[in-house]
């Protein structure tokens, strides 16, 4: 297996989006891409085989949060593009899907190198924060064979925190939750 590096800046578009033609002319064609780049996509059209696109939104895709408008919008955003190209692509043997995380034990949470087991939270069904290999585990089906038959579809890893909306709403004691 190799790795291949390139800078892409996106506020330099058309230009940076050349990256994903070098790419794929030295892997020799793009089959799966994490996350939404239309030059990716034209190579898998292109290329007449299929392929798989998997964007990494968020369960804030589906459910709102106090004080994270912007990043709800943008997770929403993602989803509908989602499904938007899984209905577009479809016709070319390419299946496009998102991938939902709840909260994970990542730098983005607070939690760099913070072991998932050890991170408690009683509000989430299985009682723990996930783990990225959890995620990546999620990316990996959708990017194989036996996931040919699944588009525009939004795969939750979120440890049942989805399930509890309604619980949630019985849990608080006071309105603190009404601010970030």
Same mark, same amino acid.
């Given at each position: 297996?190799?790795? *291949?590096?390139?800078?892409?800046?996106?506020?330099?578009?058309?230009? $940076?989006?050349?990256?994903?033609?070098?790419?794929?002319?030295?892997?020799?064609?793009?089959?799966?891409?994490?996350? =939404?780049?239309?030059?990716?996509?034209?190579?898998?059209?292109?290329?007449? *085989?299929?392929?798989?696109?998997? +964007?990494?939104?968020?369960? *804030?895709?589906?459910?709102?949060?106090?004080? $994270?408008?912007?990043? =709800?919008?943008?997770?929403?955003?993602?989803?509908?593009?989602?499904?938007?190209?899984?209905?577009?692509?479809?016709?070319?043997?390419?299946?496009?899907?998102?991938?939902?995380?709840?909260?994970?034990?990542?730098?983005?949470?607070?939690? +760099?190198?913070?072991?998932?087991?050890?991170?408690?939270?009683?509000?989430?069904?299985?009682?723990?924060?996930?783990?990225?290999?959890?995620?990546?585990?999620?990316?990996?089906?959708?990017?194989?064979?036996?996931?040919?038959?699944?588009?525009?579809?939004?795969?939750?890893?979120?440890?049942?925190?989805?399930?509890?909306?309604?619980?949630?709403?019985?849990?608080?004691?006071? *309105?603190?939750?009404?601010?970030?």
């Amino acid at each position: 297996m190799a790795a *291949h590096v390139r800078r892409l800046d996106l506020t330099e578009l058309p230009g $940076a989006a050349s990256v994903i033609d070098a790419f794929a002319e030295d892997l020799g064609g793009i089959d799966v891409l994490v996350n =939404c780049a239309q030059r990716a996509a034209r190579q898998m059209v292109d290329a007449a *085989h299929g392929g798989r696109i998997i +964007t990494i939104t968020s369960v *804030h895709e589906h459910v709102p949060r106090v004080g $994270a408008a912007p990043y =709800c919008a943008a997770k929403a955003g993602a989803g509908a593009l989602t499904q938007v190209l899984a209905l577009e692509l479809a016709e070319h043997g390419i299946t496009v899907n998102s991938v939902a995380p709840g909260e994970i034990s990542t730098p983005m949470t607070g939690q +760099t190198d913070a072991d998932p087991r050890e991170q408690e939270r009683p509000g989430i069904p299985l009682g723990r924060t996930g783990h990225a290999a959890e995620v990546a585990a999620a990316v990996a089906f959708l990017a194989r064979p036996a996931a040919g038959y699944i588009t525009g579809a939004s795969l939750v890893v979120d440890g049942g925190l989805m399930l509890m909306g309604a619980q949630a709403g019985t849990a608080y004691p006071a *309105h603190d939750w009404r601010s970030p």
